[in-house]
């Protein structure tokens, strides 16, 4: 198998899994919790983690709840960029690769939510009492990380980049003045 076809290969699993991971949860949760419903899983962690179901038509933190169509065709022209931008990656941003493909991933599933249901499906309920509280779902997490590990990888490339080059031997004074 050619490298760049493992490449496409690598893209598509990790593409179908966080696909297929997002998609089962969100089937759980509709089937097993009605809207606005609870689940404390950890009692102890219950101040700031809990499964709630929760149904957004909008953005994140429900912003532009009735822009759902949009934010569908933003998905989906998201996906088709990222298919454009894939191979041009260099080889040594495995990372960007790997995270490349959770965003796909995560756009895809909440385009999937938006065509089935009519709202993206959230169920990941954070908070701190009395500053945020936040209900995502794992397409979210999967585009959130991908984004960081992009920035973290172009930063930590452009840093090295931009080191000094060690020479291959150390050269004697003698030798530079000649």
């Known amino acids: 198998m050619s490298h760049l076809a493992r490449r496409w290969l690598q893209f598509a699993l990790i593409v179908a899994g966080v696909l297929v991971f997002d998609q089962v949860t969100k089937r759980l949760i509709v089937e097993g919790l ?12 219950s101040p700031f983690f809990q499964i709630t179901y929760s149904q957004n038509t909008g953005a994140s933190f429900g912003f532009l709840p009735q822009a759902g169509d949009l934010f569908l065709l933003i998905a989906l ?13 260099p080889a040594e941003a ?10 796909c991933g995560g756009a895809l599933g909440n385009a999937l939510d938006r065509i089935e249901y009519g709202h993206v499906v959230d169920f990941i309920h954070y908070q701190i009492p009395g500053v945020i509280s936040n209900v995502s779902n794992l397409a979210d997490h999967a585009i959130v990380l991908g984004v960081i590990l992009i920035f973290i990888e172009s930063w930590l ?22």
């Open 157 to 178: 490339l452009e840093r090295r980049k931009n080191q000094p080059k060690p020479e291959s031997e150390p050269r004697h004074e003698a030798e530079t003045n000649l």
């Open 34 to 45: 009605r809207v606005g419903e609870t689940r404390r899983l950890i009692p102890a962690l």
């Open 77 to 89: 022209v998201v996906v088709i960029g990222m298919f454009i931008f894939y191979p041009r990656i």
């Open 94 to 103: 495995r990372i960007t690769r790997l995270a490349t493909a959770m965003i």
